[in-house]
């Protein structure tokens, strides 16, 4: 039983990472690294909070909005640490190199190392693999899907969400 809770806490713990990244919640994405943890990101490496700090940043100067998601998880799980991988899958809008409105969709996985300490489990090492990276002049969305929330819209405040499960 303790390890199906272990696994169902890395997986919450890997969720809220995509989650804390697409909102650029520096504080809710430093709680998930150990104070000592490493990163190497491909636009970051070191450690984990000086990570969140500096992708948080990037996050509102260079993205319209981003969506990342995550499929295959999978972790080995020994007492308190677990060392595993997660794939993910990420789009985004940005203002490409021409000024003209931009797609990105980028594929990869993270390796990582987790240790549970003081009964909660934090990354102690993650990186990334980037398989597949693509950029693409991005077209309207209404032309393909009339009832989706534009790129170039702020993202569903907090509050809407919460009120939606109320």
């Not at 984990?48 to 992708?55: C, L, M, T």
């Not at 993205?63 to 995550?70: I, M, S």
């Not at 991988?85 to 594929?107: F, N, R």
């Amino acid at each position: 039983m303790r390890e199906l809770i272990a696994e169902l806490e890395i997986h919450t713990l890997a969720e809220a990472f995509c989650r804390n990244l697409d909102r650029a919640d520096e504080t809710a994405l430093k709680s998930l690294f150990h104070q000592d943890s490493f990163i190497s990101s491909g636009l970051f490496t070191g450690n984990g909070q000086s990570f969140a700090s500096k992708i948080c940043t990037v996050m509102k100067t260079v993205f319209n909005q981003t969506r990342h998601n995550v499929t295959n998880i999978r972790y080995d799980i020994d007492g308190d640490s677990a060392n595993g991988e997660t794939h993910m899958v990420a789009v985004g809008a940005i203002t490409g190199w021409d000024g003209a409105p931009a797609e990105i969709l980028v594929s990869g996985f993270y390796v990582d190392r987790l240790d549970r300490r003081d009964g909660t489990w934090k990354f102690t090492e993650r990186r990334f693999i980037c398989e597949n990276a693509v950029q693409r002049p991005l077209g309207t969305v209404w032309d393909v899907y009339p009832f989706a929330v534009p790129a170039d819209d702020a993202p569903i405040p907090e509050e809407r969400i919460t009120e939606f499960w109320q």
